[in-house]
């Protein structure tokens, strides 16, 4: 091309300049002089509604001369209707072009649609031999060629995901804190979808809400950027890649980024209120021109005073106890600031035998809560030294209290089980029945010292309310006597048998109880009796005995 710094071609001169008919050595008159163009030009994939893709029109001189070539936009085609234009803002490529010898040049042509559907245009593209005399320069090809461009528009359709409802809220936030939210875009259109998100507030918040370029770290593919994101940063520029038929693409996520200013507050002072901050977050096509905003979100952040009041005289908490047992102490807490924190409660070290409930804990303005620290120490005697940290989200203010844990070893109290004597009985109780009435019955039961090396010496008493119808039985050489106490004496590991006899003086259910005591100490047993005042007859008539037993005759049984 001349006018890009091309090197001017030589031209085809004209004969016989001398009186008589000229030789004319026009493409009219040559067929062969001619650029060769393809029938079709496909534009690749889907493009965006508003958003300029290229194409390449290749055109190919096959002929040993230098060609002019010219390119005219015949028509355009949107949705199966001819458009009433020519359609230059739609299909953009220059229309002259000078070709070289044996060479291809590929001529850049631009699709830039208003509206979605399928285009397609036809252009003439006419070839001739570049020569001096402009008169024949100017001559227009017989048999030019016509290319059909094809082309598909899709509106831009991005989805776009923001905190809670839509909005992007950062809550209370003490001064001098920075928190990161995300903004997440789903392109859903079938082309690469570039969008510019521009931050929007009032001049005394603008150094407050920035973006915050993390794809740098993450190395994220649902969206480039071609330049690092500046510090402070109120516009970002990136391109959603296009959907695929398989599945839509991982979201693009952008951080929008809130920097409480620091704020500087008389600590015995009175509060005021938070200050209240608040903009919005606009995303648009980024496009030179006029462009239409997909979708806002609004921003929103309170800074104030965080602030936790703990008791003065808390320097250190102490809790002293033994191996096996826990103690615990509270902690009470106050929310002195005019914004409500949630406090992270942790134990730096020793966190098997410290633990605090809960471990996290929220307050309002002006509220107060406790926090119970628990001690259990697993070795005596010991001494552990640990720190309780409570720390404002998300970045501070921070506090500290010490703790220390004590445990001790407690001296062991004897225990009436340790005062017990070691003595086991057979039987837990003793029934006799019915006993007929002038009659005694005897009952066994049988005491064993367990210890090894200690003799006991113990007490037998019946506590009787029957009149003395239970007593002990005892033998004395050849004489037996009944009582109703007696002293036994059992060597280590001895059995000794003790009898008792019931001999019931009414018709009555009667009961005693057998004590069993040492001399001294109150530790005492107890074996229940109970027995009854005579005997019962039942007699059943109509019975045949038989062997050992006996049968009744029921007579006819009828079924059902």
């Not at 600031?337 to 020793?350: E, H």
């Amino acid at each position: 091309d001349p006018q890009q710094g091309m090197m001017r071609p030589p031209v085809a001169t004209s004969s016989a300049r001398t009186s008589g008919p000229r030789v004319s050595t026009t493409p009219t008159e040559d067929a062969g002089y001619r650029v060769i163009a393809p029938a079709e030009v496909r534009f690749p994939g889907v493009c965006c509604v508003g958003i300029g893709i290229p194409a390449l029109l290749p055109l190919h001189n096959p002929t040993s001369r230098w060609l002019q070539c010219a390119l005219q936009l015949l028509s355009i085609n949107a949705n199966g209707e001819q458009q009433a234009s020519t359609g230059s803002d739609i299909f953009h490529l220059k229309q002259k072009t000078i070709i070289g010898p044996h060479t291809t040049e590929e001529i850049k042509v631009i699709f830039t649609p208003h509206h979605p559907g399928v285009y397609v245009a036809q252009v003439q593209v006419s070839s001739c031999l570049v020569l001096a005399n402009s008169e024949d320069a100017a001559v227009i090809d017989n048999m030019p060629s016509v290319v059909n461009i094809q082309a598909i528009a899709e509106k831009p359709f991005v989805q776009v995901t923001a905190g809670e409802a839509g909005l992007l809220n950062f809550g209370d936030l003490p001064g001098s804190t920075t928190v990161c939210l995300p903004v997440k875009l789903t392109n859903h259109t079938r082309a690469s979808v570039p969008v510019r998100l521009i931050l929007s507030s009032s001049s005394a918040m603008w150094h407050c809400f920035s973006f915050k370029d993390t794809r740098r770290d993450s190395g994220s593919s649902a969206a480039r950027r071609s330049n690092p994101l500046p510090d402070n940063n109120t516009v970002y520029h990136c391109t959603l890649q296009a959907k695929s038929d398989q599945q839509v693409p991982e979201p693009a996520i952008v951080m929008v980024q809130f920097r409480a200013p620091d704020k500087q507050h008389n600590t015995s002072g009175v509060l005021g209120p938070p200050d209240e901050y608040s903009g919005r977050v606009d995303i648009e096509m980024d496009t030179p021109g006029p462009t239409s905003v997909i979708a806002s979100v609004p921003m929103k952040a309170r800074v104030g005073v965080a602030r936790i009041h703990a008791p003065r005289t808390l320097q250190a908490l102490v809790l002293t106890t033994s191996v096996g047992t826990t103690i615990s102490r509270s902690v009470p807490l106050k929310n002195a600031g005019n914004i409500p924190v949630t406090v992270d409660l942790t134990v730096n070290k020793a966190q098997e035998v410290f633990t605090l409930l809960p471990s996290t804990l929220t307050l309002h303005p002006g509220q107060q809560s406790e926090v119970t620290v628990q001690f259990a120490p697993k070795n005596a005697p010991d001494m552990v030294n640990s720190l309780m940290t409570m720390c404002v989200r998300p970045a501070g203010p921070q506090y500290e209290v010490l703790l220390r844990g004590e445990s001790v070893v407690l001296e062991k109290k004897p225990s009436a089980a340790a005062d017990a004597p070691p003595v086991l009985s057979n039987k837990q109780f003793l029934s006799w029945g019915g006993v007929p009435m002038g009659r005694a019955l005897q009952q066994k039961l049988v005491l064993r010292n367990s210890s090894q090396i200690q003799t006991l010496k113990l007490d037998l008493t019946i506590r009787d309310d029957s009149n003395g119808c239970f007593q002990l039985q005892s033998s004395f050489m050849e004489h037996e006597q009944l009582s109703s106490s007696r002293q036994v004496i059992l060597k280590p590991l001895e059995d000794f048998p003790v009898h008792l006899i019931f001999a019931p003086t009414r018709v009555a259910t009667m009961q005693a109880k057998l004590v069993i005591k040492p001399p001294k100490g109150n530790t005492k047993f107890t074996i229940p009796l109970s027995g009854y005042g005579g005997t019962s007859n039942l007699t059943v008539e109509g019975l045949r005995a038989v062997s050992d037993m006996y049968i009744a005759n029921l007579g006819e049984v009828s079924v059902g």
